[in-house]
């Protein structure tokens, strides 16, 4: 098992991380806690962003919560 790099999350991605972020269109997560969901987000936001949007475009992130 490789060790996560904190400053490359990109290169210690679970499998079904990795398919999470190449999966276009709406996602539902349905996991437990402390799993990287967060660090998949953040990846597929940031993908998203640089190739898709367009200068001046937002994106909205949400996460429902108790």
């Not at 990795?18 to 990287?36: A, M, P, S, W």
Request: overall charge neutral; hydrophobic content about 40%.
């Amino acid at each position: 098992m490789t060790s996560f790099n904190i400053v490359r999350p990109w290169e210690s991605l679970d499998p079904w991380q990795k398919e999470y972020i190449n999966t276009d269109g709406n996602c539902f997560l349905l996991c437990g806690r402390q799993v990287g969901k967060t660090t998949a987000m953040s990846i597929k936001c940031a993908e998203f962003a640089v190739h898709k949007c367009k200068k001046g475009e937002d994106i909205l992130m949400i996460a429902l919560t108790e």
